[in-house]
């Protein structure tokens, strides 16, 4: 199986930084697209940054200049930094995967479990 582990998330006060590893672990043969999505409490799960394999990232106009997606494909990782960080930020940071197990199957989306940002004075 195909598991995304999310770590980094925590405590900061506004205009703080965290940065946030996903690493994606088990039968894997290609990453595709990886990104990052957020929840805050009571609200929809929503974009946050995406990176496909050779393509264009794309960021939410509300990070666009604070936030910084890269990988690491040789450890099938995934980051993001966050600076300046705005108390509109707190969410729960979801790790989002296109991932082929082999050669010939297409991309499955994955899923990790999240990690919680809070920002607070």
């Known amino acids: 199986q195909v598991q995304l582990v999310e770590s980094g998330g925590g405590l900061v006060q506004p205009g703080g930084s965290l940065r946030l590893s996903c690493a994606a672990s088990g039968t894997i043969f290609s990453i595709n697209a990886m990104g990052w999505y957020r929840q805050a409490s009571g609200n929809q799960r929503e974009l946050v940054a995406t990176m496909p394999s050779g393509g264009t990232i794309t960021y939410a106009d509300s990070v666009k200049g604070r936030f910084t997606i890269s990988r690491d494909n040789a450890k099938n990782t995934v980051y993001l930094q966050m600076n300046n960080l705005k108390p509109e930020d707190a969410a729960v940071y979801y790790c989002?995967?296109?991932?082929?197990?082999?050669?010939?199957?297409?991309?499955?989306?994955?899923w990790g479990q999240g990690t919680q940002v809070t920002v607070s004075s």
């Open positions: 989002n995967a296109d991932i082929s197990i082999t050669r010939y199957i297409l991309p499955r989306n994955y």
